[in-house]
């Protein structure tokens, strides 16, 4: 569970990385930036949501990852087709998506952030004098 949440701070960054790249040339905010931004607040919801162990957290995590992990796809298929054989620095960004989805759908990661906890009392059953 704890690495499902560290991976996905780290495609936090990654993704903001990537979003400072497109800014720092000409700054201002365009449709561009604001995909990164997106995604990157997707991922810390994501990873907030299964610190918490919060209902359907690792499904906003997944989410994510796999909304990344197109952006980056696009990114990699598109320096490989105007550059070629420097499309390797561009690949190793989807190890961070990859893991974050891998480690997402993971089953402790899905008890976690189950329905089970969320609905049962710590206290048991009612008592005899409830409300029914």
């Known amino acids: 569970m704890p690495f499902a ?3 996905g701070f780290l495609q936090a960054i990654e993704v ?3 979003g400072w790249l ?5 700054p201002a905010v365009d449709r561009l930036l604001v995909i990164p931004l997106v995604l990157a607040a997707a991922s810390v ?3 907030v949501l299964v610190l918490q162990g919060r209902r359907w ?9 796999v909304a990344t992990l197109l952006a980056l796809s696009l990114l990699v298929f598109l320096l490989g087709a105007l550059y070629g054989g420097t499309i390797w620095a561009a690949a190793l960004l989807l190890v961070g998506p990859v893991a974050t989805l891998v480690l997402a759908l993971r089953r402790p ?3 976690w952030c189950g ?3 969320a609905r049962r009392s710590p206290g048991g059953r009612r ?3 409830s409300s029914r």
Request: net charge negative.
């Open 127 to 129: 008592s005899a004098g």
């Open 109 to 111: 990661v899905r008890e």
């Open 22 to 26: 497109v800014w720092e040339p000409e």
């Open 45 to 47: 919801l994501g990873s």
């Open 16 to 18: 903001l990385y990537l």
């Open 115 to 117: 329905t089970a906890r």
């Open 57 to 65: 957290g690792w499904a906003v995590l997944a989410v994510a990852a």
């Open 5 to 7: 949440v560290v991976f």
